[in-house]
């Protein structure tokens, strides 16, 4: 008996460590991280900006593609070479973002924890792509002037 728990004990301590893929996040808890990134960002369907820019559409596109934000010139130069947030490129840039800009403008320290960064990736991917903005609900037709 004793020796079949101890059999199941190393069995579930073997259990694999790797980080887990973006896919595998958790896109809730990523939201949840995200409360640290929205002193500077926004991430909506909206055309604003913020103290950085404005995330939506982020994943698979170039570096520093958004319209209407003045990126740094570290930035726009990974765009131009063709540097893509996808998953590896996103993890490197969030964990120390000035060891992949260092002339970046981007103030922010990094996440260090492991977990975090690939639910927060995940939070990032499902927004890639928000939905427009609902159109303003049509006006009521004018009433006749002085009826
Ligand atoms: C103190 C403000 C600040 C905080 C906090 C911050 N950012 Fe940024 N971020 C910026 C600025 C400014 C830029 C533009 C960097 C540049 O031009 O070099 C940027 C750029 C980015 C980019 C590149 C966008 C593009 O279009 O190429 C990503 C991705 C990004 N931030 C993600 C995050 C995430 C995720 C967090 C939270 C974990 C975060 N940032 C926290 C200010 C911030």
Excluded at 9 to 15: M, P
Excluded at 54 to 62: K, V, Y
Excluded at 92 to 110: H, W
Aim: glycine share 8%.
């Amino acid at each position: 008996m004793r020796l079949s728990a101890i059999v199941i004990a190393a069995a579930l301590s073997a259990a694999p460590l790797f980080p887990a893929a973006a896919q595998d996040g958790d896109a809730e808890a990523g939201r949840r991280v995200f409360a640290q990134c929205r002193a500077c960002h926004i991430i909506d369907a909206s055309a604003r900006n913020n103290v950085g820019p404005n995330l939506a559409g982020l994943w698979g596109r170039r570096a520093a593609q958004r319209e209407g934000f003045r990126y740094s010139a570290n930035l726009t130069q990974l765009g131009a070479s063709g540097h893509e947030w996808n998953e590896a490129n996103l993890r490197a840039y969030l964990t120390d973002p000035k060891a992949v800009a260092p002339q970046g403008s981007m103030a922010f320290a990094g996440i260090r924890n492991p977990e975090q960064l690939t639910n927060l990736i995940a939070y990032l991917r499902t927004n890639a792509n928000p939905l427009p903005l609902p159109a303003p609900a049509s006006a009521p037709a004018a009433a006749p002037a002085g009826g």
